[in-house]
């Protein structure tokens, strides 16, 4: 069984800055491209960026400019640089990895 573990998450004022990080056991690269995703409450999960081997990230709309994704894929690793977080930026992040496997997030949470 493949494990997804995310960590970094936090508490973080409005304008602050995190880094997420998430490790696979297995590949973080396969079938799927794996990226972050983001669940706030009452919303539907949407996706922050994906990555394949052959090109740059892909980001959504709201996180370009802000957000980095970057890969380590000798570590199994996915690492998420968020700048000038915003309160709208509250919510459970979670990684998904190239096998399609998905961690059980950590949250988010931007107030002053």
């Known amino acids: 069984q493949v494990l997804v573990v995310e960590s970094g998450g936090g508490l973080v004022q409005p304008g602050g800055s995190l880094r997420l990080t998430c490790v696979a056991s297995g590949s973080i690269f396969g079938r799927f491209a794996p990226g972050w995703y983001r669940q706030a409450p009452g919303k539907e999960r949407e996706r922050i960026a994906t990555?394949?081997?052959?090109?740059?990230?892909v980001y959504a709309d709201f996180a370009k400019g802000r957000f980095t994704l970057s890969a380590d894929s000798a570590e199994n690793s996915l690492y998420l640089q968020m700048t000038n977080l915003q309160p709208e930026d509250t919510a459970l992040y979670s990684c998904?990895?190239?096998?399609?496997?998905w961690g059980q997030g950590t949250q988010v949470t931007v107030s002053s």
């Open positions: 990555i394949t081997r052959a090109g740059p990230p």
């Open positions: 998904r990895d190239g096998g399609g496997n």
